[in-house]
């Protein structure tokens, strides 16, 4: 279970700790450390969310978010993460490409807690370019900026927990958001908010090949920038900021033109320097900086401070801020390499804080949530699965709603997947929220209906869910941090309103689980998520195999479908060889800016296995 | 008295392994055993879980935990045995003893709190008894790795270089046999588990049977369950 204990100082502890003279007024003098960032002992963090209720605002603060989205499959998690906010916010959104508009128009359709923009912008200067450049006006209309973007971190493994870190401590919950806003409401002269680094990025918080650029631009602000000043600054480049803290920044014009083209580098470009001149951008403005964690997320928690009220905050404020430019005495090591190793132990707690989120756990669900359970065709075994489904609808938190109903009966013969679609529409017509589809005998277990509904919410009702059919012989891989699968198949799928509203269901042309992957593949395109329900658990016998001919027609319409050439002979090759003939008529293609959501094989043949 | 059906022994030694109890119940609820002679019936499935010296509150915990699955107990029956004694320490195979002394079916077998069975596993073996008349019947189970954490669990899988699509074939190292014994066909004298062989208890008592009494393996060819390790 979740440890909710933290080993930071408490307010009462932290009102002991001894003031060191000299720099900064009042504020401690960080003793930095060659090979190390600021030892952890002394740099202080606040813990959101806040140990007690802030007061309501006056007003609802001005809030623009804006997202660079480069990596589309990470947006339905950055939309879920965003709907925590708990106040209007316009919400601007930056991609390379047309193709790409659409697919964020189609992930963020509905949104409502304010106004939508979505704008194609070069590929260039990486998340920083398109903010800073190309919503320049943006950060003149709104006091309060979100910097987002779709972060991916392949070049180091063991950072492969950063983002949902990242995500978790600026928008973990509508608590933690309220209690930056409390921060800033309490301390008009905090300008920026950014995320704790997180323990494996330690090493990497160095100029690196950045120190001249950053250097050149500093000056460009009237920032003295000596070579080996102290340096800090928002790892990850995602952070809450008062838009006049970042005025030096947008004063320089910048454009395009003055970052590099995108060559995938992972150092050494103007994005890179900017990120780390954020904080002292921020304290040329006037304002001072400071970070937060979110409880439990960082492995070591020195530093990290718990507040439980409006004194005791005052108190971290003024005590606990540390500025830059205060510091440019001090001398630290500016040119170090580290290596990053894995270090599963460590993020594990981050990992297990995701988790509740991702499934649901610390949210209420709302009243009235229904659930709708379509039983397969009747069958030896039939009787306990109904009886199961039951069972399952009884634990469902109060004040949710279940059924359970047959799949319907046609009036003409018709296939697995038409009768799939007709469950769906009338369990929508009826009131579901969500529609779980069983496709075999088996059994449920009693709690997995309430764990489908929860993680539902936890989505926001933009994914497709998968159950698990235990034992697992043939799991898919699963995105330890957010429980993403690539499609959602075998014995219990769920399907949310708004999936079946943006797809309309099964492709009727195609069958068992050709159908599954293909309306997870559009789902994935339209921008909702894939994910997989590890507390949903059913048992059902493993299915025959559907390798032949008919698996090979199937496979074959897919792959016209979604336009992959290989497939496309792959499967046309093994017709031939059992003297079939293509399917006719041949499926309209999706759209070409489709294609890379589906996840097609290299070995056909693997399709049509059937553990399960 | 023999009782019908079948009696299933699983250990319990730690408390913290309450989530994998539950898949590991759940796997067992799913062994529905089809009477022969009446289809629409089930035969009763008995199960023993055997505690490793629990505390009440501990106890109190399991069967508060268990209670999920009891809406779909129609023809199981669990019962808890709790072994209080402060002696001896280990306790492995005393449970095992135990739960062959306070089961009363022909039909016997146990499984450990990490083993998932497939739906109809004890059926097939159940009916390869009757079949051929052997002592024990054994079934194919493969080790699977997974990571747990609470009660979530994943299984680890090798992801494929440019596909995360492919789901992966069940492979792993074979495990234990799962097995199923006929007690009328064994001696009360060779119904012990004994402690000392270098791979377990479980895997003596097999191994012992098998090279003394007619074993059927006709499901060592079929996967049958999974052997989850961390």
């Known amino acids: 279970m979740i440890s909710t204990a933290h080993a930071g100082p408490s307010d009462a502890q932290l009102a002991a700790v001894t003031v060191q003279p000299g720099v900064a007024g009042a504020r401690p003098h960080p003793v930095l450390r060659e090979g190390s960032a600021y030892p952890l002992e002394q740099e202080f963090s606040l813990e959101l969310p806040l140990g007690y209720m802030p007061p309501p605002l006056p007003a609802p603060p001005h809030i623009a978010v804006v997202l660079h989205a480069f990596h589309l499959d990470l947006l339905p998690e950055i939309r879920a993460y965003l709907n925590h906010i708990p106040f209007p916010a316009d919400l601007f959104v930056s991609t390379d490409s047309m193709a790409k508009q659409q697919v964020v128009e189609a992930c963020f359709s509905g949104w409502n807690h304010g106004t939508l923009k979505v704008r194609v912008l070069p590929n260039c200067g990486r998340d920083v370019a398109p903010k800073l450049v190309g919503f320049a006006t943006v950060h003149n209309r709104y006091e309060y900026l979100l910097h987002l973007h779709t972060k991916h971190s392949p070049h180091a493994s063991g950072l492969a927990g950063w983002r949902g870190y990242l995500l978790e401590t600026l928008l973990g919950s509508p608590e933690v958001v309220r209690g930056v806003f409390e921060v800033f409401a309490q301390a008009p002269r905090i300008g920026l908010l950014a995320p704790q680094h997180i323990d494996d990025l330690r090493p990497w918080i160095r100029w690196g090949a950045n120190f001249e650029l950053a250097a050149a631009l500093a000056a460009r602000m009237g920032i003295p920038l000596p070579r080996r000043a102290p340096l800090d600054f928002p790892s990850g480049s995602m952070f809450w900021v008062r838009s006049a803290a970042l005025r030096p920044l947008l004063d320089l014009n910048l454009s395009f033109a003055d970052f590099p083209d995108e060559r995938g580098q992972t150092d050494g470009t103007l994005a890179h320097a900017i990120e780390r001149l954020y904080f002292l951008v921020c304290e040329q403005a006037g304002f001072d900086w400071m970070k937060i964690s979110t409880r439990g997320q960082l492995h070591d928690q020195k530093g990290v401070t718990a507040i439980t009220g409006p004194e005791p905050l005052k108190r971290f404020l003024s005590r606990r801020c540390v500025r830059l430019s205060a510091l440019r005495d001090e001398t630290r090591a500016v040119e170090d390499h580290p290596i990053i190793t894995a270090q599963p132990a460590k993020l594990r707690r981050a990992l297990h804080v995701l988790w509740r989120h991702a499934l649901g756990d610390a949210l209420p669900l709302p009243h009235g949530r229904q659930l709708v359970i379509v039983l397969p065709d009747e069958a030896p075994g039939h009787d306990r699965l109904a009886e199961s489904a039951y069972a399952a609808l009884r634990r469902l938190p109060s004040g949710a709603l279940g059924r359970v109903v047959a799949t319907p009966k046609l009036e003409r013969d018709g296939s697995d997947t038409i009768r799939r679609n007709v469950a769906l529409r009338a369990g929508f017509a009826a009131g579901a929220d969500l529609v779980l589809l069983l496709g075999a005998p088996g059994l449920m277990h009693p709690d997995s209906a309430s764990a489908l509904l929860r993680m539902s919410e936890a989505q926001g009702g933009r994914a497709l869910l998968e159950g698990i059919s235990l034992p697992q012989l043939a799991p898919k891989p699963v995105d330890d941090k957010d429980f993403t699968i690539s499609w959602a198949g075998g014995p219990a799928i769920a399907v949310p309103r708004a999936v079946f509203n943006a797809t309309g269901g099964f492709d009727e042309c195609l069958l068992g689980r050709f159908a599954e992957m293909e309306l997870s593949w559009r789902a994935r395109a339209l921008g909702f998520a894939i994910r997989h329900c590890p507390r949903a658990l059913f048992l059902a016998a493993p299915g025959d195999t559907e390798a032949g001919p008919q698996a090979w027609t199937q496979g074959l319409r897919l792959a016209i479908k979604w336009g992959n050439a290989a497939a496309k002979a792959d499967f046309m090759a093994l017709l031939r060889e059992l003297g079939e003939q293509p399917p006719e008529p041949q499926p309209d293609p999706v759209p070409v800016e489709w294609r890379a959501f589906a996840d097609f094989p290299r070995d056909p043949a693997v399709v049509c296995r059937n553990e399960t | ?230």
């Open chain 2, 1 to 230: 008295m023999e009782l019908a059906g079948l009696d299933v022994v699983i250990r319990l030694h730690d408390i913290s392994e309450l989530p994998r109890l539950d898949h590991c119940l759940f796997s067992l609820l799913g062994q529905s055993i089809p009477v022969t002679s009446d289809a629409d019936h089930c035969e009763p499935l008995w199960l023993h879980l055997m505690l490793h010296r629990f505390s009440f509150a501990e106890a109190q915990v399991v069967r508060s935990a268990t209670q999920a699955l009891r809406p779909l107990d129609k023809t199981a029956s669990l019962t808890m045995h709790n072994w209080e004694l402060p002696e001896p320490f280990d306790l492995r195979v005393p449970l095992l003893n135990w739960g062959l002394e306070v089961t009363k079916c022909r039909y016997f077998t146990c499984i450990g709190v990490s083993d998932l069975l497939l739906p109809g596993a004890y059926a097939k073996l159940l009916a390869r008894l009757r079949l051929t008349g052997a002592a024990m019947a054994v079934g194919r189970v493969i080790t699977q790795r997974v990571r747990w954490w609470g009660d979530v669990v994943l299984p680890l899988v090798e992801i494929p270089p440019r596909s995360a699509f492919v789901p992966s074939r069940p492979e792993g190292a074979d495990a234990l046999p799962v097995f199923l014994l006929d007690r009328a066909r064994l001696p009360t004298h060779d119904l012990v588990f004994r402690v000392g062989h270098p791979d377990g208890e479980v895997a003596e008592f097999m191994q012992r049977l098998s090279s003394q009494y007619e074993i059927d393996t006709r499901y060592m060819t079929d996967l049958l369950g999974v052997h989850q390790v961390l």
